[in-house]
Structure formats: structure tokens, C-alpha cells
């Protein structure tokens, strides 16, 4: 009950494009869902995060769409450039715990 | 401000031994956690410290334990050492323990187990 489910595994997209990671949960719980962006030799980085009381959240190039009812997330990456290839990964925590992580998608956006 | 700095950045050991990390949080963070990742099962909670006090500890054996110092510094140790246990450590800061308190991640130590 404590795992996050994320996919695709892996991405391409040419540059400009839009790449959507969705992630999946099943506890109720969780108040508090981040996506952490990861570069090789890098340890993760917040990109954005969503509480569960709001549908959508924009920041820059970066969209979390949240869908309480499915207990769905997903991340969408607007014009997406070479320098957004990483590995994303999407989170959830409840308040007080410890982050739960799905298990990343590698994000490569061609020139 | 500095980030979160771990040391060593690089490790290599063989099976049997024990190791010990290091994690400085970011300046006025309180809480650090660790979290283990490795490509066949991603990023897994270890434990999260505040104010000298395990809060949370995840699914490890006993071999993993860490603990924190009055100037939140960290560090964890791993004895007896398995080739399994090749991983990067990855420590997070974060100023409180509530939810919503951003973490930040260290660039992580790298162990290899021979």
C-alpha cells in the first residue's frame, strides 16, 4: 500500500515536444506528492510538488495534473529542451513520514 | 549557502567489511534522512533523523544504522558488508519534519562492494 507505481520506464521525444510521466498510488494517506529530477552524478532535485486539495499545479515549462478520484499523478513537460534529459521521479509522503519514490523514467529529448 | 555535502563521494570495499558515511546538512536544517538507490530498486527510504532521534526507519536489516549529532551532522554504517549493499547512498536535508518541508539531496557516495 505504501508504493508509488511510475511509467514509462523510459522516454524519447524530440525537442518541443510534450513528455507526460504518470504515477499511481494506493494510500490514501499521502498529502504531499513532489517530482525530484535527477542528472547523472547528481543527487535529486525538487522540481514542483502538488497537495492533494488542488487538480493542477504550473510551474515554468513544468505541469503536475493530479486526479484525486484515481489516485493518479502525472508530470507534463511543455516545450521540452535537450537540457530536460534526466531521470524524473515522482514521490508521495504522508505528514511526518518518509518520501515514497516511484521507480523513475529516463527522459531524452532530442535536438 | 552551501548544500548538503557527503563524503566520501566515492568508496570500495570488500564483502565483510564495514563502512561509514558522512552527511552535513544544509545550514539550519534539522532533519536528515538516507536513502539507498540502485537501478534495480530505485530510491529506498533508510531512516530520517531529527535532534539526535531516529524517527523513521525503513525496511534494512539491522546491518544499516546511522545516527546524528547535536550539530545535525550525520552519518551512517553499514557492517558486514554484502555485494548488495553496492549502491549510492544519498543523503537528504530538510529544515522540519512536517510534510511539505522541501528535501534537499547531497550529490550521494558511491559504494562498491567486491
Known amino acids: 500500500q505504501q508504493q508509488v507505481k511510475q511509467s514509462p520506464q523510459s522516454l524519447i521525444v524530440q525537442k518541443g515536444g510534450i513528455p507526460i510521466i504518470n504515477c499511481a498510488y494506493e494510500n490514501t494517506a499521502f498529502d504531499y506528492f513532489p517530482w525530484y529530477q535527477q542528472f547523472p552524478g547528481k543527487g535529486p532535485a525538487l522540481l514542483i510538488a502538488i497537495r492533494p486539495d488542488v487538480s493542477e499545479k504550473k510551474e515554468g515549462r513544468f505541469t503536475i495534473s493530479f486526479n484525486k478520484s484515481a489516485k493518479q499523478f502525472s508530470l507534463h513537460i511543455m516545450d521540452s529542451q535537450p537540457g530536460d534529459s534526466a531521470t524524473y521521479f515522482c514521490a508521495a509522503e504522508t505528514s511526518g513520514s518518509r518520501l515514497t519514490f516511484g521507480e523513475g523514467t529516463q527522459l531524452t529529448v532530442n535536438p | 549557502k552551501a548544500g548538503v555535502t557527503q563524503t566520501p563521494r566515492y568508496l570500495i570495499k570488500t564483502r565483510g567489511q564495514q563502512v561509514t558515511l558522512s552527511c552535513s546538512p544544509i545550514?539550519?536544517?534539522?532533519?536528515v534522512s538516507w536513502y539507498q538507490q540502485t537501478p534495480g530498486q530505485g530510491l529506498q527510504f533508510l531512516f530520517e533523523y531529527f535532534s539526535e532521534t531516529q524517527r523513521n526507519k525503513g525496511n534494512f536489516p539491522g546491518r544499516f544504522s546511522g545516527r546524528q549529532f547535536s550539530n545535525s551532522r550525520s552519518e551512517m554504517n553499514v557492517s558486514t558488508l554484502e555485494l548488495g549493499d553496492s549502491a549510492l547512498y544519498l543523503c537528504?536535508?530538510?529544515?522540519?519534519?512536517?510534510?511539505?518541508?522541501?528535501?534537499?539531496f547531497g550529490p550521494g557516495t558511491r559504494l562498491t562492494v567486491l
Open positions: 537528504a536535508s530538510s529544515r522540519g519534519i512536517r510534510s511539505y518541508n522541501e528535501q534537499f
Open positions: 545550514s539550519g536544517h534539522r532533519s
